[in-house]
């Protein structure tokens, strides 16, 4: 049995990044087809390397949400995109596809018996694989290795989601919330001393 507030926050996390996606193909001058295919693979990217690497195989292949989830997000980025305030749409987008992909992929890996070393990474490749697919599509160096708190970002929320998943009574769903939002704090301070 499936934990649906956990399926609710891993479609949320394949939105984000797909809409991160397309928002930044769009505001660069990309064609809209171009980018709703990107959209759909930086959407679909983090949840196949993190289900693939517990051994799930292509089980989000098979679970038409994730698809459903990526082209709705690839739709929103397209028309934010053409916005004037498309680049700070952008990094919001782009800060909560990986905090929630953190939170995910570590809950996950603690649910399918990994430990914690093996959890925090499945957690912080869940974070950043759709990033990390998107610049290399966009020809843009990956921010996980051009910014100082992006991938620390994913690691230190994906600590906190293992903590409150191994130490609390949460349910799964409420530790990766507590680790995606530490994810979110984190890439804000970033953006205000950015700004």
Known sequence: MQNL?????DLAASF??????????????????????LACLAGMAAPLARDGLL????????????????????????IIGQSSRAWMSFFWLDALGLALGAGVGTVKGVMAGL??????????????????????????MARAVEEDMYATAAAFGGMLALTMMLL?????WQSALCGALLVVVLRGVKKVKIV
């Open 5 to 9: 507030p956990l399926f609710v926050l």
């Open 16 to 37: 984000m990044l797909a809409a991160a996606a397309s928002c930044r193909a769009r505001s660069t001058g990309a064609h809209f087809s171009g980018a709703a295919v």
């Open 55 to 78: 051994g799930y195989g292509a089980i989000t292949l098979n679970q038409g949400e994730y698809l459903a989830a990526s082209v709705c997000g690839g739709i929103a980025g397209i």
């Open 115 to 140: 430990g914690p070393t093996g959890s925090i990474l499945v957690g912080i490749l869940g974070g950043l694989v759709g990033g990390i697919v998107r610049d290399l599509c966009l020809g843009d």
């Open 168 to 172: 609390t009574n949460l349910d799964p």
